[in-house]
């Protein structure tokens, strides 16, 4: 499990109370649900949010087609790291698509689509307190990360 906080601020730290973060994880399996893994919330009058999901993992992307071709050509791996993709729209300022990206996993530096930046790395938190339901058994980890995002204004807004 994985609860993710933060924070959506305007580019001057004025909180974007209300603004909407559409968050999904990529699946490549069989049978799973189309919106699987996918969610939309509002941050509070704070523009603070906080979100449970389980923890991504890293995932082989499709080795058909060109680009499998290709990468088999230069003897790259097919891998990307573990991650969450964000949306982030508040009225009157432009808005973010982005991904987060988890400190220590193996594809961090060698993302097949090149996407990890360092800004967008945070370090998980074990939180024994809230894992098994916050029971804090063991055998279902639980683990916390924050990242405060920034929208910047909309011309003429």
């Known amino acids: ?14 909180p974007l109370a209300g603004a909407m973060l559409d968050m999904w994880q990529a699946h490549f399996y069989e049978g799973i649900p189309a919106f699987n893994l996918r969610g939309r919330f509002t941050t509070d009058r704070e523009g603070r949010f906080e979100v449970r999901t389980v ?8 080795k058909e087609g060109p680009t499998g071709r290709l990468l088999n050509a230069l003897g790259r791996h097919f891998f990307r790291p573990s991650h969450l993709h964000i949306r982030l729209s508040h009225p009157g300022h432009k808005p973010l698509t982005t991904q987060i990206y988890f400190e220590g996993d193996a594809y961090l530096h060698s993302d097949v689509v090149g996407a990890v930046k360092d800004s967008l790395v945070v ?3 074990k939180d024994d307190a809230r894992s098994n339901g916050g029971q804090g058994a063991p055998d279902s980890p639980c683990y916390t990360c924050s990242y405060n995002f920034v929208l910047q204004p909309q011309a003429g807004a």
Not at 55 to 62: H, S, T, V
């Open 55 to 62: 923890l991504p993992a890293a995932y082989e992307i499709p």
């Open 1 to 14: 499990m994985l609860f993710l906080s933060g924070t959506v601020s305007s580019l001057d730290g004025r």
């Open 123 to 125: 370090k998980l938190q």
